[in-house]
């Protein structure tokens, strides 16, 4: 009967009229929900179309009118916002919730964090891009974040695990497949997996071309059928378009000026090519004359730990953040993170790299402000970040700084501590690659593939192919795009 009504009140709040399958997923809900076993985690897939994120929005709203605990969460800040909007609920980044910095001292070293949240549902979005590793030990936890999140989550009497993704999607960066999507991974960690996987599309396919298009894709990824340049389908969807390049930048202005800069993204193949974009658009569009001007979009090329674990960022309204909710702090600048460049002043050179001093927003952290140091040199680099060359050729420009101090580990400490050595690495962000893009939304998205051989087709590609459409919610523009890749 409590399970009766528990289905009943998903239901009520679901905005549509579910189908067989979203059916069978609210009652495996209700049935997770209220089981007492501690060592379950539901899994729930579905592809784009299928209605994971009204469910989701449907099963958070019932929690929250039950005052029922849930934390929302996603991999990264962009991510998060989006999660937050389509549930209409606060969304947190994983590693802001499952980590704590370990001492004032060690800015780049993250240890677990201690769950506090009793009889809580914890729900992942956009859970295809959490890898079972690509951080240093020394610097979060074990280095394997699946690994931290799930033993953060059951590490507190009642928690549960809910992990959402999209299997057609692009894995995370090294890996051949997506780990926290896999039920046998999940299994290792000695928890039974409640698996649901949504196949039917309920969006209005025939109206969309982006729905309709990468449903296609994942057929083919689903069939094996990766011999051949997928054939996209235009005619008769007014939401995808081939684009002549002659036409290129009139499309690009119409779209900034419709809808602003935050709103339209161009997505490619390579860093190269994103770097390309990225220089056209500030010359020609924006007729930016200097290397960073106010109201630039920039993107956090590396990793951050020293500008937020000392230097007081601050929330919308320039008020500092409450000493009291230390653990609501950004825990770092993450790779990939976007920003808004609000002032900049004092440009120097020093150790033969170009620096300034910046105040930037950042809108997917609700526009927190931070003041901090900014590396130049990083804008127009095609490498994705400063290379290894660059890094100990900057390291030994300040260390050199410092020959009073003959003792090793002071000297080190005193380089950790430098604003230089620590300056943000930045790119500009109005071109990313897919990688970059994934867990975001935006109005209008640029589709730009570059050079292609039929040599250079594997799951991959359809995967990114994939990922890019399904960034739109209005509207694609395939850039130059082949006519023996349009269905005609």
Known sequence: MISDNLEAQIVRNFTHEPT??????????SNFLLSRKTDEIFLL?????????????????????????????????RAAKVFSLYADAPAYTIHRRI????????????????????????????????ATGGFSPSIFGTGRLLDDLVKFVYSCEGCRLMLVGDTAQLPPVGETDSPALNPGMLGAYGM????????????????????????????????????????????????????????LVEALEECYSNQGRDETIVITRSNRRANLYNQGIRARLLEYEEE???????????????????KGEKSEGGKQPSSEKEENRLPFIANGDMAEIRRLRHQRELYGFRFA????????????????????????????????????????????????????????????????????????????????AQGGQWRYVFIDQGYITGEMLSPDYFRWLYTALTRATERVYLVSWPEEQISV
């Open 20 to 29: 067989k399958e979203q059916k069978k997923v609210i009652q495996m809900w």
């Open 45 to 77: 897939t579905g592809y784009a179309g299928t209605g994971k994120t009204s469910l989701v929005g449907a099963l958070v709203k019932t929690m929250r009118q039950l005052q029922q605990p849930v934390m929302l969460l996603a991999p990264t800040g």
């Open 99 to 130: 980590y704590r910095q370990k001492s004032l001292t060690e800015p780049d070293c993250f240890q677990a964090n201690v769950n506090l949240h009793r009889h809580t549902l914890f729900i992942v979005d956009e859970a295809s891009m959490i």
């Open 192 to 247: 039974t997996v409640q698996q649901a996987h949504l196949t039917e599309v309920v969006r209005q396919q025939n109206q969309s071309g982006i729905l309709w298009n990468a449903t296609h894709l994942r057929s083919l990824l689903s069939s094996g059928e990766l011999s051949a340049f997928p054939r996209l389908r235009l005619q008769g969807f007014p939401d995808i378009i081939n684009l002549p390049a002659s036409d």
């Open 292 to 310: 960073l001007s106010s109201g630039d979009r920039v993107m956090v090329a590396k990793n951050n730990y020293f500008w937020t674990s000392e």
């Open 357 to 436: 001093d910046a105040t930037l927003r950042f809108p997917d952290y609700g526009n927190m402000e931070l003041e901090a140091t900014v590396l130049l040199d990083t804008l127009k680099s095609e490498a994705p970040a400063l290379t290894h060359e660059e890094q100990e050729r900057l390291f030994q420009g300040v260390w050199d700084d410092w020959p009073e101090i003959t003792n090793r580990r002071d000297r080190m400490q005193r380089l950790r501590q430098d604003q230089h050595y620590n300056a943000l690495q930045l790119k500009y962000a109005y071109a990313v690659t897919c990688h970059k």
